[in-house]
T-cell receptor, first 110, second 113 residues
Framework: DAKTTQPPSMDCAEGRAANLPCNHS???????VYWYRQIHSQGPQYIIH???NNETNEMASLIITEDRKSSTLILPHATLRDTAVYYC???????????FGAGTQVVVTP | DGGITQSPKYLFRKEGQNVTLSCEQN?????MYWYRQDPGQGLRLIYY???????QKGDIAEGYSVSREKKESFPLTVTSAQKNPTAFYLC????????????FGPGTRLTVT
């Protein structure tokens, strides 16, 4: 399994950028980096994914290091509604499976 | 509205009873998944299905069973053999098994006493 590691928690002030790191040093060359988030007591929500290049969508930006050993999810202007657990799951032991760790609890404060 | 529905949102059962959790999707997705989540932990894969009438065990399949008779539906039965059934259960779907972009339902919180 390609394992990922994330800090357990992070605080962010409303309106500021939140930079969420993920270490995936064992990822293989053709495995994508994915990010999800889970607001309390709801199902996870897909945010973004990438392979080598940086990616941006309406929710966030994804920066992947050149060696692909780590990535950073950027929430450019955090709002209170961004308070959630953020996951960067690694690919599981077979095709199509995701391996979710404990994620990073992000709390956005006023 | 396209999406995944799970019902009910809360479910209470007595120990020793089997219980079936519903999952329906109208996204025309081929692949569907069941996960279990315990407090403060990540998701663990129970079962997944790539196509109708086919499914595979995930990491923690013991004490659970599934069926996939229709593309839209992937019910999960929690049997009395599951030692610690109280948990938050999440259903997801994706276009195909090769896609890691999964869409999740709202979840069912099962409490067994």
């Amino acid at each position: 399994d390609a394992k990922t590691t994330q800090p357990p928690s992070m605080d962010c002030a409303e309106g500021r950028a939140a930079n969420l790191p993920c270490n995936h040093s064992t990822i293989s060359g053709n495995e994508y980096v994915y990010w999800y988030r889970q607001i309390h007591s709801q199902g996870p929500q897909y945010i973004i994914h990438g392979l080598k290049n940086n990616e941006t969508n309406e929710m966030a930006s994804l920066i992947i290091t050149e060696d692909r050993k780590s990535s950073t999810l950027i929430l450019p202007h955090a709002t209170l509604r961004d308070t959630a657990v953020y996951y960067c799951p690694g690919p599981g032991d077979s095709w199509g499976k995701l391996q979710f760790g404990a994620g990073t609890q992000v709390v956005v404060t006023p | 509205d396209g999406g995944i529905t799970q019902s009910p949102k809360y479910l209470f059962r007595k120990e020793g009873q089997n219980v079936t959790l519903s999952c329906e999707q109208n996204l025309n997705h081929d692949a569907m998944y069941w996960y279990r989540q315990d407090p403060g932990q990540g998701l663990r894969l129970i079962y997944y299905s790539q196509i109708v009438n086919d499914f595979q065990k995930g990491d923690i399949a013991e004490g659970y069973s599934v069926s996939r008779e229709k593309k839209e539906s992937f019910p999960l039965t929690v049997t009395s053999a599951q030692k610690n059934p109280t948990a938050f259960y999440l259903c997801a779907s994706s276009i195909g098994l090769g896609s890691y972009e999964q869409y999740f339902g709202p979840g069912t919180r099962l409490t067994v006493t």
